[in-house]
């Protein structure tokens, strides 16, 4: 707590014209929003870089490899040349690592200890730090917590860059890292943390489906996503990144909606020439060895973004209104969030669509205990003042008066919630012609009361009539 406080003191005093500008270094403790131990949340611990002479400067979270300790030293120099090019830095350690509470899982609940850092600084160092523009970066285990958190929170992170991360701890029974790359050095960490795939049986092989990040990226189609990996990569192969983009482009719903997903295949002596000046530099070099970059590797990868990021260039991510999503463990949008089991023990697929009139999810669970339950939880703020029905699988089961969290604690495979308002037509004159307005939904129109009812497909509320026949009726039909 001390600590936190000299944070906190640290961070008025470096408001005041008095004191000078000054690059600041400090450890952060924060609280876990998702875990408990005897009902206390667990206190995490990031380290920050930021100058305290510049203000409303985009987040770069930054993510320690596959930890054997020293987290916060090992990626130190990355964070301050991230804070060196006008960045406020969030250095992660995840639970279990730089006196971090709880216990390590291996990609699994200890991913959304980014989010909460991020979530906490927003609030503590509100001045220094621009809260709607965030990019994570990280290294090999970083780089697999980079590919996870951008699935789990898909509208979250404006950008993500991942170098030679893992897709995909040991699902896959070849590709898998546990399979492929991880080597007599990692495995045992694997097996304390998660299990072993091989020998483990269906309930350790559901665990490593709920940390398959390569499996989930469909949910992204809009962060800008750089896969950075050698092509002879020896320790997370590129089978990870390359799958990563492989299976959201099988997923895309058009042609190019997964151009988001940039993969850099890295080969010793390709350069490119980001400067315009026809030298090859080493900051240019397209090949990142294994390890924590060197500023001229850091470059070299960060310069196909990084300005862009900076200058606000890199669009929010907003969240399509009708989707398919891969749950791996848990998904955290702002409409809503899903959580299986315990978080890191089953995956599923979740189909849902939203609007101010009616929100519907559909849960199928894909790991092998089908028993598994969800937590559902939906903002009904664009529903606020309204009686709202929920049904599932059709049925009445409840109804509240919506602007507020709705929360289903148990839903199961195979089960569809639905939460809808009623829809009502009003109608206005102005001057001689009519306006209608609904909430949502397509507006229908027939000449007699039975129809046939046909379609407006270009009307959109407020839609203004010229009324020209002696009677025309409307309704709204909800999607």
């Not at 003191?9 to 014209?17: E, F």
């Not at 320690?64 to 020293?70: F, I, K, P, V």
């Not at 492929?180 to 072993?196: E, K, V, Y």
């Not at 939460?419 to 001057?431: E, K, Q």
Request: aromatic residues 10%.
């Amino acid at each position: 707590m001390l600590k936190t406080i000299s944070v906190l003191l640290l961070a008025a005093l470096s408001l005041s014209p008095s004191v000078p500008a000054a690059n600041i270094q400090s450890n952060f403790t924060y609280q876990s929003t998702v875990t408990s131990i005897s009902g206390v949340p667990l206190s995490l611990r990031a380290e920050l870089h930021y100058n305290n002479s510049v203000t409303n400067a985009p987040i770069a979270v930054v993510m320690h490899g596959y930890s054997t300790g020293g987290d916060f030293a090992n990626v130190r120099a990355n964070a301050m040349r991230l804070r060196d090019a006008g960045f406020f830095a969030i250095s992660v350690a995840l639970r279990g690592r730089e006196s971090s509470q709880g216990t390590r899982d291996s990609g699994g609940v200890e991913v959304y200890d980014i989010y909460d850092a991020a979530e906490a600084a927003k609030v503590t160092f509100a001045p220094y730090l621009n809260p709607s523009n965030i990019h994570i970066t990280g290294y090999s285990g970083g780089g697999a917590n980079v590919m996870s958190a951008l699935t789990k929170f898909p509208d979250y992170f404006r950008l993500g860059s991942s170098f030679f991360g893992m897709g995909d701890y040991g699902f896959h029974p070849v590709n898998g890292w546990y399979q492929f790359g991880a080597g007599a050095s990692r495995t045992p960490q694997l097996d304390a943390d998660i299990g072993n795939p091989n020998t483990g049986g269906p309930l350790v092989v559901d665990k490593y489906h709920a940390r398959a990040s390569n499996l989930a990226s469909r949910n992204n189609p809009y962060s800008e996503i750089h896969l950075f990996v050698n092509h002879d990569e020896p320790i997370c192969p590129a089978v990870n990144s390359i799958s990563y983009r492989t299976n959201a482009v099988a997923a895309q719903s058009f042609p190019g909606e997964f151009t988001n997903i940039v993969l850099h295949l890295g080969t010793n002596g390709v350069y490119r020439d980001f400067n315009s000046n026809s030298v090859n530099e080493a900051s240019e070099l397209q090949y990142w060895v294994h390890g924590y970059p060197s500023a001229d590797q850091q470059a070299s990868g960060e310069s196909w973004y990084l300005t862009r990021v900076k200058n606000g260039l890199v669009p929010q991510p907003q969240l399509n209104a009708n989707d398919n999503l891969f749950v791996a463990g848990w998904v955290k949008t702002k409409p809503f969030d899903l959580w299986l089991g315990d978080g890191q023990n089953a995956a599923g697929s979740l189909t849902y669509s939203l609007s101010a009139v009616k929100k519907q999810f559909t849960l199928g669970i894909l790991s092998s205990v089908k028993s598994v339950t969800g937590r559902l939880k939906v903002n009904t703020s664009d529903m606020a003042g309204k009686p709202v029905q929920v049904r599932i699988n059709g049925v009445l089961t409840d109804s509240f008066t919506g602007g507020g969290i709705y929360t289903n604690s148990a839903m199961g495979d195979g089960q569809t919630i639905q939460l809808t308002v009623p829809v009502t037509i009003s109608v206005d004159r102005s001057a001689t012609n009519l306006v209608l307005n609904w909430p949502g939904g397509d507006l229908l129109e027939a000449t007699t009361l039975t129809g046939p009812w046909t379609t407006n497909t270009t009307a959109i509320s407020p839609h203004t009539i010229a009324p020209t026949n002696l009677q025309k009726f409307f309704r709204v039909k909800v999607l």
